[in-house]
Nanobody, 117 residues
Framework: QVQLVESGGGLVQPGGSLRLSCVAS??????????MGWYRQAPGKQREMVAL???????TYADSVKGRFTISRDNTKNTVYLQMNSLKPEDTAVYYC?????????WGQGTRVTVSP
């Protein structure tokens, strides 16, 4: 079993920055080898992929966040980060940490990001 705990969300003005963190814990064998991802969901919209990262730090970004967001990980701490710069009102959403697994994905509880003056 794996638990994912996100933190770092909050209220920020347009153009500002936030850094989200996700700590993974549990007894899964070689948990540090798992790919990780950040997703977000705004009210009335489907959950969408924001960024993905592999064990070797290969990354993938949604077109809407390319050049503004950076995903990274610290495998010694089982932690993945999402640095969000130049935030826009349309970035407002609940952000979720994700770990794909054969038996089904693990999800965190989410951390809310609000971009508003």
């Amino acid at each position: 079993q794996v638990q994912l705990v996100e933190s770092g969300g909050g209220l920020v003005q347009p153009g500002g920055s936030l850094r989200l963190s996700c700590v993974a814990s549990g007894s899964i064998f070689r948990i540090y080898l798992s790919p990780m991802g950040w997703y977000r969901q705004a009210p009335g919209k489907q959950r969408e992929m924001v960024a993905l990262i592999t064990f070797s730090s290969s990354t993938t970004y949604a077109d809407s966040v390319k050049g503004r967001f950076t995903i990274s990980r610290d495998n010694t701490k089982n932690t993945v980060y999402l640095q969000m710069n130049s935030l826009k009102p349309e970035d407002t959403a609940v952000y979720y940490c994700n770990m794909p697994r054969d038996g089904g994905d693990y999800w965190g509880q989410g951390t809310r990001v609000t971009v508003s003056p």
